[in-house]
């Protein structure tokens, strides 16, 4: 008798859960010093929770912890600044930040229950080297525009050159190269430098006429 064929599944949403023996101190751990938000608490005392990393619930139920064989990875917008904030919060590392051959950098951590947990953000550097020549392009940019893509390339640990060429690469593709972390940053980098022109504000862009000029 043949197998049915499986059916086409949408699934967008995954909640792992792990056992703990005090749901309350799990979540005081997760929330305080790993950096998650709480969802919801079910009990008193209670028996389950919920805590979030961005779109992320990870259960934890009440319980014998079980963390041999066990570790749960998220993959989000920022890995560094994740890591900084909880080595700040004296969590228990296992592995530095570092670049890993599938394409993600990543470090690792262990909870107050001896679970390992992943946090990692995506890279593009693996892969066999493309050999380019590279040309000067006379190119002039708006000052608080040049002075938020310097920023950038120093927050995405990137230089000029390849910071614009993955911006235009994206860009000819349709797709944005930045992550809703990236984003955030550079909200604030607008901010800071003042920009308050949309995206479509290049077409309207005159050169400020120098006071000689004007004479």
């Known amino acids: 008798m043949s197998r049915p064929e499986a059916p086409e599944v949408e699934c967008e949403r995954q909640h792992p859960a792990l056992r703990v023996p005090d749901v309350g101190a799990a979540v005081d751990f997760y929330t305080n010093r790993l950096g998650f938000r709480l969802g919801f608490t079910w009990g008193e005392p209670p028996e389950m929770a919920g805590v979030n990393l961005g779109d992320v619930q990870l259960f934890l ?12 990875y998220f993959v989000v ?20 930040p570092g670049d ?20 990692g953000h995506y890279i593009y550097n693996t892969g066999p080297a493309l050999e380019i ?11 608080r525009l040049a002075a938020l893509l310097r920023d950038l390339a120093e927050y995405k640990r990137m230089t000029l050159d390849s910071c614009l060429e ?21 909200a604030s980098l607008k901010q800071k430098h003042g920009i308050d022109y949309d995206s479509h504000a290049s077409y309207r862009f005159v050169e400020r006429r120098a006071a000689s000029d004007s004479a």
Do not use: M, W
């Not at 139920?61 to 749960?72: D, F, I, L, N, Q």
């Not at 235009?168 to 349709?174: A, D, I, S, V």
């Open 61 to 72: 139920e009440r319980g014998t912890p079980a963390p041999e064989g066990c570790s749960v």
């Open 77 to 96: 917008g920022n890995a560094d600044d994740l890591y900084e904030y909880q080595r700040a919060n004296g969590v228990d590392v296992v592995q530095t």
């Open 100 to 119: 890993r051959p599938y394409g993600l950098r990543d470090y690792r951590v262990r909870d107050g229950n001896g679970y390992e947990l992943g946090f």
């Open 133 to 143: 020549d590279r040309i000067d392009v006379p190119v002039r940019l708006e000052k």
């Open 166 to 186: 993955e911006t235009l690469l994206h860009t000819l593709e349709g797709v944005g190269p930045h992550t809703k972390t990236d984003l955030r940053h550079i």
